[in-house]
């Protein structure tokens, strides 16, 4: 009986270190500039998907910092995330389009869906690599989100400023561009 018992507390005992449960922290998989890289490919490549072209503004790149879960101090990890702002009117009859046609897309890459609500519409999905993306619709303006976590933090919030040198306010009434398409 002592056997197995040993047995268990080494068993358990690994999984809480590779967990990071013991220290109360795990290492951060990447920097933030291999993050930053990665979530504006899955947003390049899903405003390439739809078709016509949209007409977007990159938000601002930020950097949320995790705290350690038993100590309530900085870990030195974060969450990396940017917001596009799709500039493009899209009319009330074809935001159903627009969502089908990333949804479909993302389903063709193998991503995985997270939640998802047809009502508003919007929905989450992850990408292999650990990229969770998001499509969300707040009255005419739409938005497609990325970011991802376990990044190292660098100290600081703010990455780049996108297409913001002076924040979110230089974005003015979006949507602002017309589409023989879309806005129809």
Not at 6 to 30: K, Q
Not at 34 to 49: G, H, M, N, R
Not at 112 to 130: D, I, M
Not at 162 to 176: A, K, R, Y
Request: charged share 25%.
């Amino acid at each position: 009986m002592k056997s197995k018992r040993t047995f268990l507390v080494i068993v358990a005992g690994t999984v809480f270190a590779s967990a990071g449960l013991v220290t109360g922290c795990s290492t951060p998989s990447m920097e933030v500039d291999e993050a930053v890289k990665k979530i504006d490919a899955a947003l390049d490549d899903t405003f390439s998907a739809v078709s016509p072209a949209l007409k977007r503004s990159n938000g601002p790149a930020d950097i949320t910092e995790h705290a350690n879960s038993f100590t309530n101090e900085p870990d030195g990890e974060g969450n990396v995330a940017r917001i596009d702002y799709v500039r493009t009117k899209v009319s009330k009859s074809k935001i159903a389009v627009l969502a089908k046609a990333v949804e479909k897309h993302w389903r063709a890459k193998g991503y995985e869906l997270g939640h998802a609500s047809r009502k508003v519409p919007t929905f989450e999905y992850s990408t292999p690599e650990g990229v969770s993306l998001t499509f969300d619709v707040n009255g005419d303006l739409i938005t497609i989100g990325a970011a991802m976590s376990d990044v190292e933090y660098p100290g600081h919030s703010n990455i780049d400023d996108g297409d913001f040198p002076n924040g979110l306010g230089d974005i003015g009434p979006v949507p602002n561009v017309r589409d023989p398409y879309w806005s129809k």
